[in-house]
């Protein structure tokens, strides 16, 4: 029977705890009268209306209160708060509805009785379900035995959950404060750090839950790291306020992020360069469907523009942003208008009817082809995307008086070996060489780069979680390729934070901390799954990591500068390069030659442009 309830469906489960609500509401009814009127009750004339009126009050307090997207075996102290705070709400209602009717026969009191009754009915159905649930649970097998790491509140409701599911044997917390190693907690023992590998051999561990919501994100990675060796699969938990309030189970605790594993705490942001060029003005970003472009749009929603432009030639992409813009608008009351536009940056008629209907004030401009073998192997497409579709958008924003443009570049752009990385150079000189250009037109063109950011679309990282889920192999291109990593929301606060600091030309590189060796990564992302890399000294081991060779313009490491002594901003992880650019004149002439290469399909032709163009560009390293 524990099997087949939990096997029906959410909404049947949802519709019956409704039902049973709203015959415990007329019981509750039932008793006021009876202990008001101090004789059993039987509704007379008027009393029928308050039989009628309590359940039509109560549901929907409760569904507003999300009383029935808890599950009652998971549910504790947060989640009979918030019952406490709907019945409360509801007798107000009742109560104020009573006192405004004035139907004969039914006693004012009868306000406060009934849904002191109700609360009592309902907290008492909840706590016998969710003890006969444990009850049940106590009968099946775990799935796997776990420590917790970490004995503070975050973990002792974690193993609250985690007796009641019954999926997991819990074994003991760990924990460093030297105040709670050796007690226990709720009958669990508490280990220091030291004893892990000990506990994990001799107890026969399978998992360990970080529940440690409040540590930084460096001390998260000094632990995972100290875990790293051991036979164990590294998880962590959801929001804990979901976990408390029963909106989540312990089938939702998380393989580990990997801002755990690369991720760095980040710098507070200086709030009055975010709003500088923000806050009430009309702001522009192109591809607004993207990893970097809809991050940014969320950063900028939250500063309040008047009018926020999502530009994109990806429909799908740019649905998906503005559905969820438009959600965070009323969760936050933001009142920002959105407008979401479908269009190409390689069209320059449209980006003039954009910019001339809608007059931006600052444009951020991350639209591009960012996939180096793709665009290797399409490099027309490149050139018109990612060079013509910069200074098309560009040119488009200073024609209608945009005060600021800001371009998102890569450190694939310095030195670059591969079609990709030499377009987005071309780009960047692009706009180095408007901001040179004398005009009356007054907008300040700047351009940020910086290396891969975490779980973007074509980033290795969600390439290896695929793999593993399939038993291998993780594929590495080079044994010694490394790479910079950043977190996406860090990237996008950066770039607007950089933006609002351009005074014109400027190259922005975001400090990236150090380079990562991705065969390193591959080896961690293994070793955490609690499984053991392939190889000649371990021949029984889970997953073996391939080398598979360079791809067409693929380099083995990627740098921020071209040149070098970049100079310090207010901002202690936003440095300016000083580099050098072409003249506009001489410029235009390598751009039409580029163009018209472009549109022939010449590829010599348009390698010899950027050449020539672009410093440091030639063959991929094999």
């Known amino acids: 029977m524990h099997a087949t309830i939990l096997a029906w469906h959410r909404t049947a489960k949802g519709l019956i705890v409704m039902a049973l609500d709203v015959v415990l509401s007329l019981v509750a009814t039932w008793l006021a009268f009876t202990l008001r009127l101090d004789t059993l009750h039987w509704p007379l004339g008027a009393q029928w209306w308050v039989y009628a009126l ?65 609360l009592m009915l309902v907290g008492a159905s909840r706590a016998a379900a969710r003890f006969w649930l444990a009850a049940q649970a106590q009968q099946l097998q775990p799935s796997g035995r776990l420590l917790i790491y970490g004995a503070g509140t975050a973990g002792v409701q974690t193993a609250a959950a985690m007796g009641i599911s019954g999926q997991f044997k819990l074994l003991g917390f760990i924990d460093d404060a030297a105040n709670k190693v050796g007690r226990s907690v709720n009958g669990v023992r508490v ?60 089938q939702d605790f998380k393989d580990l992020d990997i801002e755990d594993l690369l991720g760095r705490d980040p710098v507070p942001p200086n709030t009055e360069l975010l709003a500088r060029n923000l806050a009430g ?47 965070l608008c009323v969760v936050g009351n933001l009142g920002v208008e959105l407008q979401p536009l479908l269009g190409s940056v390689a069209h320059v008629q449209r980006l003039q009817d954009i910019c001339g209907a809608y ?155 150090e380079p990562v060796k991705i065969l390193d990564l591959a080896q961690r992302m293994v070793e955490l799954s609690g499984l053991r890399v392939r190889n000649a000294a371990q021949p029984d081991g889970d997953i073996e990591i391939v080398v598979t060779g360079l791809r067409p313009g693929e380099k083995l490491y990627e740098e921020l500068l071209i040149g070098d002594n970049p100079t310090p901003t207010a901002h202690p992880r936003i440095m300016k390069a000083h580099e050098d650019c072409l003249s506009w004149e001489q410029l235009t002439a390598q751009l039409s030659t580029l163009k018209q290469a472009a549109a022939d399909g010449d590829v010599d032709a348009m390698k010899a442009v950027l050449t020539v163009c672009v410093q440091g560009y030639g063959p991929a390293v094999k």
């Open 54 to 118: 309590a359940p039509a009050l109560a549901l929907p307090v409760f569904i507003r209160f999300g009383l029935y997207r808890a599950i009652f075996r998971y549910t504790g102290q947060a989640a009979l708060a918030a019952t406490t705070q709907a019945v409360g709400v509801y007798g107000v209602l009742l109560f104020a509805a009573l006192l405004l009717v004035g139907w004969p026969g039914v006693p004012r009191s009868l306000g406060v009785l009934q849904p002191l009754l109700f």
């Open 191 to 250: 280990y220091a750090q030291t004893e892990v590998a000990a506990l994990v051999d001799e107890l026969a561990v399978t998992d360990i839950l970080l529940a440690l919501p409040s540590a930084t994100r460096g001390r998260r990675r000094a632990i995972i790291e100290a875990l790293r060796p051991l036979p164990v699969h590294i998880r962590t938990l959801p929001a804990m306020a979901d976990l408390a309030s029963g909106r989540v189970t312990v």
């Open 281 to 327: 003005k009309v702001v522009l970003v192109s591809g607004a469907g993207g990893s970097i472009g809809s991050e940014l749009c969320r950063q900028i929603l939250a500063e309040k523009p008047r009018l926020l432009l999502l530009l994109d030639h990806n429909e799908f992409g740019l649905y998906s942003i503005h559905q969820e813009l438009q959600a």
């Open 359 to 513: 007059r931006p004030n600052v444009v951020y401009h991350a639209a591009a082809y960012k996939h180096v073998p793709l665009v290797e192997s399409n490099p027309a497409e490149g050139v018109f995307n990612n060079v013509f579709g910069t200074l098309n958008m560009a040119l488009a924003a200073r024609a209608f008086g945009a005060s600021h443009f800001v371009l998102v570049s890569t450190d694939k752009a310095v030195r670059p070996t591969n079609v990709m990385g030499a377009t987005k150079r071309m780009a960047e000189l692009v706009l180095q060489s408007l901001a040179n250009q004398p005009s009356e037109a007054q907008t300040t063109f700047c351009m940020v780069r910086f290396g891969n950011v975490l779980g973007s679309s074509g980033s290795v990282v969600p390439l290896f979680r695929q793999q593993l889920a399939h038993g291998g192999p993780l594929t590495v291109t080079h044994a010694d390729v490394t790479r910079y990593f950043m977190t996406i929301p860090e990237a996008a606060q950066l770039v607007l934070q950089a933006g609002a600091m351009a005074t014109g030309g400027d190259v922005f590189v975001l400090d990236m901390g």
